[in-house]
């Protein structure tokens, strides 16, 4: 949660705990992330070819990454453990 609630741009845990209670939410705590959400989920998620008032633009992923870094800074320090950073 340290690290989804700041990235999704929420102030409250809850909307993130919920989502990990979800069948397509796989948790796996020796992992280096403790949770994974399917592909299929994902892909679906992304690239979804719709227009409803909530879809994330590309934008609005830059920004969430962004976040994810500066959580992952704060929340953890510098690592040189994390795959990709």
């Known amino acids: 949660m340290p690290l989804a609630t ?6 409250h845990d809850a909307a993130a705990l919920r989502l990990t209670e979800r069948p397509f939410i796989r948790e796996d705590l020796t992992g280096l992330w403790p949770f994974h959400m ?4 994902r892909s679906a ?16 992923w830059h920004r969430a990454g962004l976040r994810a870094h ?6 953890h320090g510098p690592r040189s453990d994390r795959t990709g950073y």
Do not use: C, F, I, N
């Not at 700041?6 to 102030?11: E, M």
């Not at 399917?38 to 989920?41: G, L, M, P």
């Not at 500066?70 to 929340?75: F, K, M, P």
């Open 70 to 75: 500066a959580a992952l800074g704060v929340a």
């Open 6 to 11: 700041p990235v999704a741009g929420l102030t």
């Open 45 to 60: 998620s992304r690239d979804a070819d719709d227009h409803t008032d909530d879809r994330w633009s590309e934008q609005d």
């Open 38 to 41: 399917h592909q299929v989920v």
